[in-house]
């Protein structure tokens, strides 16, 4: 079989790009969110489930509110570190097939003197 290239193929380029992206963030969010809902005191829960809360009303009533400011700093961090697409654009493509962002382009109109 032979290789395919499939950083060539627009617009399935921009997709693996994103996929490259998300995986970088994934363990980020997976420790910070994991370490939040451990420390939902484990009371709480109890409480509800003699309440007769099921375990999604659980999650819903009282996880989701308790790491409510960690879902903020989570979903903060990511949104700058999409911004911050650049770097993940220029390593890998160089802004070649279709995959240029705003800020490649301004790098090689800019820095390097044109197209």
């Known amino acids: 079989m032979d290789p395919y290239n499939f ?3 627009n617009p399935w380029n921009t997709f693996w790009l994103i996929v490259i992206l998300v995986w970088i963030q994934t363990g980020f969010a997976m420790v910070i969110l994991s370490a939040a809902i451990k420390g939902v005191p484990p009371e709480m829960n109890e409480a509800a489930s003699l ?3 099921n375990a999604w009303q659980q999650f819903w009533k009282i996880t989701m509110p308790s790491i409510r400011s960690t879902i903020v700093v989570v979903l903060t961090t990511i949104t700058i570190m999409a911004l911050k697409v650049y770097d993940i654009v ?3 493509t160089q ?3 279709s995959t240029d962002v705003v800020a490649n382009r301004m790098y090689v109109l800019s820095l390097r003197g044109g197209p």
């Open 95 to 97: 802004g070649r097939d």
């Open 51 to 53: 309440d007769g809360a």
């Open 7 to 9: 950083l060539r193929d």
């Open 90 to 92: 220029r390593t890998v």
